[in-house]
């Protein structure tokens, strides 16, 4: 595991050029050599330039085109061009690439999850964002964790992950018991073999000494990602815990919060499809003390519509809980999963399903029940409450989904 604990420096690149409204756009793209050009219309002229930022070689400028509103758009400074392909022409190439078989299974249905109940209504797709939210406590990290696990055993997929609540020691492991559980094969080896295994599919940063940029996640993620290229370890997945964890810069904080968290979606969108990787980001829901029972949803994040709006996919982490003797509400090791978008109906549906988590393993296991794999998203609490009652037992399927895939997965064997 690469852990840069604590000693990781990242510059703030982020550097405010031009003030909103002050300088001519025209004038500041001659001065750094853009060509301004609105990537979905055409038009040259540009009313107001937001910032300009510096990040890695390129530079940023988030402009608004007066004739179609296009908005929070990215130039190169060596580019002749926008970098962004208009959204239809990206269309119409991946439907290219699609229709002429260019495409490979995972880029049109997504990766299997390890879940085979969870496999049917949502898979992981190359270049996607997908939010994450859930109470705080819920098993959000630890749910992520073991989906990035098992797309490790089952793809050999590496992913970069942000953990800014966990400290080095504590991940590490964390992921060696969940690694030994869930791959037999590394069950009964040494702590230096698992450890080399982890390190190979895992790259985390956490206990940084100095808060985070959005600009400076990106740029690690960049930088992490070229390297794993130039090794020829791809990164498949990038996870981000949690959002509030994020600094804001003074040029960010300028923005209103729901216009920052826009930008910064469009942004993790824009990096996902560029570097080919999935992004996960951890939101959490507002006012953590309300929900007695209550299930968030994806509008109720703090902050922002956006989140719902932008996003990719929305996940919803929920903790089942039950009845006691003395009426109390008492947490079970039953968890909750729930789709509550997707944007692409190849790679999923809404729905949700239910994992067992065994404490000791750090690991989640299916759990059949007759909500599993469910389109309808109101549960009914008797039947919720009738499904934790049955206890895990024989109900639980150990170990990962491997038959009866959805049409189009084709999940490697376990290793
Ligand atoms: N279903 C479950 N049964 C038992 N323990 C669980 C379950 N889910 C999570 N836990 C445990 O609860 C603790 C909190 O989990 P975790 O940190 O993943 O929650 P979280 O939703 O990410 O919280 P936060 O929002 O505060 O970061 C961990 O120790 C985890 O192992």
Redesign the pocket.
């Known amino acids: 595991m690469a852990g840069k604990g604590g000693k990781f420096a990242y510059p703030r690149s982020v550097e405010h050029i031009i003030e909103q409204g002050r300088q001519d756009p025209q004038e500041v793209a001659a001065k750094f050599q853009y060509n301004l050009r609105c990537p979905r219309c055409g038009c040259e002229q540009f009313t107001c330039i937001y910032h300009s930022r510096r990040r890695h070689q390129s530079q940023l400028l988030q402009c608004r085109c007066p004739q179609c509103c296009e908005k929070g758009i990215r130039v190169r400074k060596d580019a002749d061009s926008w970098k962004a392909p208009p959204a239809s022409l990206e269309t119409l190439e991946h439907l290219h690439k699609r229709v002429t078989g260019q495409l490979a299974h995972r880029q049109i249905y997504g990766a299997s999850t390890g879940w085979k109940a969870f496999d049917q209504i949502w898979r992981p797709l190359p270049g996607e964002v997908t939010v994450a939210t ?10 992520l964790l073991s989906l990035a696990m098992n797309m490790a055993h089952l793809h050999g997929d590496r992913t970069l992950v942000f953990a800014f ?1 966990s400290n080095f020691k504590n991940l590490a492991i964390q992921l060696d018991v969940k690694a030994r559980a869930t791959c037999p094969s590394l069950e009964n080896d040494d702590a230096d073999k698992a450890l080399d295994w982890i390190e190979e599919h895992f790259i985390v940063h956490s206990e940084h000494e100095e808060a985070l940029t959005l600009d400076s996640i990106l740029q690690i993620g960049e930088d992490e990602v070229k390297q794993a290229n130039e090794e020829q370890k791809p990164i498949q997945m990038m996870i981000i ?2 959002y509030n964890w994020i600094e804001r810069s003074q040029e960010d904080q300028q923005e209103p919060e729901f216009e920052y968290i826009g930008r910064l979606m469009s942004e993790l969108r824009c990096f996902a499809k560029e570097n080919g990787l999935h992004v996960i980001i ?1 939101a ?1 829901p507002t006012k953590a003390g309300q929900w007695n029972g209550r299930k968030p949803s994806m509008y109720d994040i703090a902050g922002s519509a956006n989140w719902f709006n932008k996003t990719d996919n929305g996940l919803m ?1 929920y ?1 089942q809980f039950v009845e006691d003797d003395d009426g109390e509400m008492v ?5 909750e999963i729930h789709v509550q978008k997707v944007r692409n109906r190849d790679a999923g549906r809404l729905g949700q399903v239910v994992l067992y ?1 065994d ?1 000791e393993r ?1 690991s989640y296991e299916e759990v059949v029940t007759e909500q599993q794999a469910s389109c309808d998203d109101d549960d009914v609490p008797s039947r919720h409450r009738r499904s934790i009652r049955q206890g895990p037992g024989p109900d639980v399927r150990r170990g990962m989904a491997g038959e009866g895939r959805p049409h189009g997965l084709h999940a490697a064997p376990l290793r």
């Open positions: 859930g109470i705080p406590g819920h098993g959000k990290s630890e749910f609540e815990d949690p951890v959490h982490v903790r947490p079970t090791q039953r968890t988590f404490r750090r």
